[in-house]
C-alpha cells in the first residue's frame, strides 16, 4: 500500500453506528469508518473513492487493508476510546488520524483550528468592487499565523473557473502579495472575482473574496507637456492628478516633479539631467461625446489654423513649433479634422494642477479632435485671448480616442 498523500482515504470498520472521520493533520488526508465493513480511498487529485480490499478484522479496534495495485498491507488502529487511529505498513512512516466531529469539521470550513484558535485570511487592496483601468492589478492581504497554503481562483463574470494558483505564504505577521493581469491570464475584461484560500497547519481552512472590474481606456490625454518660465532659476514643485495617475511621465513622476527651473524653459532634475519640459500621460475612461463646437479645418489649412489660435491662448513660438510637430501628422490623415478646445474649468477638473511656488499666469490649452472624410458641421467655438506675464506655466495636450 502506497502512502497516503494529502488527500482523502475512506474507510469503514465494524459495528459504527455513522461515518466516522480521521484525519491526518500534517497531510490532511482523511480516513471514514462505516459500517460494513467497506473500505475505500480517493486519490491527491480528488474525484470518487476507490475502495480498498479488507484483508482482515481483528476485534472492534483493527483491522489489515491494502490497494488492489498495491500488495503492501496497512495496519489501521482505533484507540479504545476512537479519538486516533493510526496507521502503520512495513517501511512507511507511521501516521496519527484524529477524529473529527461534525463540529469539529464545520468549525475547520470556518477557520477555526481544532485548538479552538480562530484563523483569517482577508484582502487588504484593491477594495471590493472596484474597477480598474490598468490591466494589472496589485493584490495585498493579512493571514493568521499557521498558514501551510495559500490558493487563489480566479472566476470570471459567469462564475467560471479560469485560473487557479498558488501564492507564497507570508511569515507570520506579514502580508501575502500577488498580481493578477491580463498578462499572465488572471485577469480578463469585465467582472473577476477572486476566491483566496489559506489551509493551516491544524487543517482549518480560511477564505475570503474579492472582485475587480477590469475596463480598458477609452483613449488618452496624450503628450500634455510643462513649461516653466520663472524670472530666476527657482525651484519647483508641480504635481498633476488626474484621477487614476499618470500612465506615462518623463522625467519620472514619483508623486510629483521637483526641478530647477531657468526664464529659458531649461528644466534640471536633481540628477542634473536637462529637459525640455515635464510630460505627462493619463487614460481617458468615458467614450468620445459627439463635437457640437469646435472648428471644421480643412486638412491644408491645420498648420495656419493653430498658428493663429495658438497664439492667441498664449503659447509662444516655441510651444506651438512642439504641439504642431507632434499633433499636425495625426490631425492630418483624413481631408478635414473638427476641433475643440476643452474650456479650462473641464481641464483642471479632468487633471488638477498644482506649482509651487505659485505662477503669476498658467495657460492650459486642451484639444478634442476627431477626423472626416467631408466637412463637419459644427458651431464655432469663441476663444478668449490670453495674456502670460511674470513667472509663466503653460501647458498643451490634446485627447486620443481609439
Known sequence: MRPLFAVLVLFAAIAVAEDEQYRDLSSKEALYISDGPKVAYRGPRGGDPKPLILLSVDGGSQMTVRFKKDPTPWTLTLQPDRSRLV?????????VFERMTKEKLEGLA???GLD??????????PEDGSASYDPTVDFDGKVSPGAKELKVTAFDARGRVRKTFKVDVPEDGKDFYFEASKATKTMWIGTNRYKIEASFDDGAVATTEVTVSLHEYEGEEAKPVIYLYPP???EVTVKVEPPRGLTKSEPKYEGGWRVTAHPDGRLFTQDGAQHPYLF???????????????FAVPRAELKSFFDRTLALQGLNAREIADFEEYWLPLMAKRPWAAVRFVERAEIDARAPL?????PDSVIRVLIDYRSFDTKPVLREQKLQRAHRHGFAAVEWGGLKYR
Not at 498644482?354 to 505659485?358: K, L, R
Open 87 to 95: 496507521c502503520e505498513a512495513p517501511g512507511q512512516p507511521r501516521q
Open 110 to 112: 470556518k477557520g477555526i
Open 116 to 125: 479552538g484558535g480562530v484563523h483569517t485570511v482577508r484582502i487588504i487592496r
Open 232 to 234: 530666476a532659476p527657482t
Open 280 to 294: 505627462w500621460e493619463a487614460g481617458v475612461t468615458e467614450k468620445p461625446a459627439p463635437l457640437r463646437d469646435g
Open 354 to 358: 498644482t506649482i509651487s511656488p505659485a
